[in-house]
């Protein structure tokens, strides 16, 4: 059920958190940078190889810069922190079409704008639609999250003609005030917490939460740690890779689109779809839903072959569009919002850990065997141990946090 009054009080924090997942660090670089290829490859002769590296080195610098962002804005709050981190990282990423000229510099320039942007990540962004939704923080989470979805259409749609028309780094420059220009609304907009009435703030007192140091010591903080990094592991890798995997099966390119826009329209639904279920299910059991389907039909696409590509197209978009909802609802139900940084920001560290480890292990998988057969199976070998530890976690204690 969708509380009214909770969305009359915290519209702004979600536009500001709609906007904001939108153009921030985890979003614009992972749907920007397949434009860049080729031309920095005519440009500077890189292989793909070394551009792809470029993701590796950011994933990294963001799993270990995450626990110490969540950290800083638990004590100096959403709106300064955040607002800045989203500054510096539009400055950051621009400065790659200006001064870069080597690899090298490019790396370096990715270790920057990982580090400068984590604060602009879900991890903030999270936080502050948790603080104000609780009846109906799933769908929150959802309509917030869902921006990234429009995201990778708009810069396939709009994007990658304009940076073949006018070229890359223009294609930058275009990208540096679209984040800008957003950072103003963000600053206005962003709270860390809502007014609250007596009554609010006398229940705000029983459930704050608990210390990031107890969650470590919290048997449940291991199993979202061992769901979430299972989740990640299993399919991270094989989202980039669909539309390879179409074409080895000879497919045309336009087909293969075709299906991968499928994917993006899911990720949209699938958000907000779990978003409505977490309000009603528990959100265990909506954990098993998803993800035991999404193993279901990557064995089918496996061994039943390219029929199976449609539904299997789907189900993965379904299931990135729930990953990161999911680990922003569990921190704050399990354990409260007073230290949601710190705790949110090392689950998601070892999220990235997933998402770092798949499409290489993916890609080896191809190399190796010279299809993906193999890597759907280990996929959805992952995906069922993930739905089992869900099913042991505890019950939700209204709110308060898990011991």
């Known amino acids: ?46 292989t793909r190889a070394e551009i792809g590296a470029m993701t590796s080195i950011a994933v990294v610098v963001m799993m270990i810069s995450a626990p110490f962002a969540g950290r800083l804005i638990d004590r100096f709050g959403l709106r300064y922190v955040t607002s800045i981190s989203l500054l510096l990282f539009a400055t950051s990423y621009w400065l790659v079409s200006v001064v870069v000229t080597s690899l090298y510099g490019l790396y370096l320039l990715t270790v920057v704008y990982a580090v400068v942007g984590i604060a602009s990540t879900p991890l903030a962004f999270t936080r502050a639609i948790n603080a104000f939704f609780s009846k109906s923080r799933g769908m929150a989470l959802g309509i917030g999250l869902s921006s990234t979805g429009i995201t990778a259409f708009l810069i396939q749609r709009f994007l990658t003609p304009y940076v073949a028309e006018h070229g890359w780094r223009a294609g930058f420059d275009l990208l540096f005030w679209v984040i800008v220009l957003t950072v103003p609304i963000i600053f206005l907009f962003i ?35 061992a769901i979430f990094l299972l989740i990640s592991t299993a399919i991270l890798g094989l989202v980039p890779n669909y539309i390879p995997l179409l074409l080895d099966s000879g497919m045309s390119s336009a087909e293969a689109g075709s299906i991968a826009g499928l994917m993006g329209i899911s990720v949209m639904v699938g958000r907000l779809v779990i978003g409505w279920a977490l309000d009603r299910v528990f959100a265990p059991y909506v954990v098993v839903a998803v993800f035991v389907t999404v193993a279901g039909f990557c064995l089918l696409l496996g061994i039943g072959g390219i029929g199976y590509a ?59 065997t010279g299809n993906y057969d193999i890597a759907l199976y280990i996929a959805a070998g992952l995906l069922v141990p993930a739905a089992i530890i869900a099913l042991t976690l505890p019950q939700f204690a209204d709110d308060a946090p898990a011991h």
Do not use: C
């Open 1 to 46: 059920m969708i509380d009214v009054y909770e969305f009359r009080r915290g519209w702004k924090v979600l536009l500001a958190a709609f906007i904001g997942l939108a153009v921030n660090l985890a979003t614009l670089p992972y749907y920007a940078t397949g434009i860049w290829v080729r031309p920095w490859q005519e440009e500077f002769g890189w």
């Open 191 to 225: 709270r860390d917490e809502p007014d609250h009435t007596p009554h609010e703030q006398a229940k705000r007192a029983s459930d704050l939460g608990i210390t990031f140091s107890a969650s470590l010591r919290s048997a449940t903080f291991w199993k979202l740690a």
């Open 310 to 368: 449609v539904v299997t197209a789907i189900a993965l978009g379904f299931a990135v569009g729930a990953e990161v909802d999911l680990i922003g609802y569990f921190t704050a139900r399990y354990f409260g919002m007073a230290h949601y940084g710190s705790i949110y920001g090392l689950q998601y560290s070892i999220f990235i850990l997933g998402a770092g480890i798949s499409p290489i292990f993916t890609g080896y998988i191809w190399d190796v």
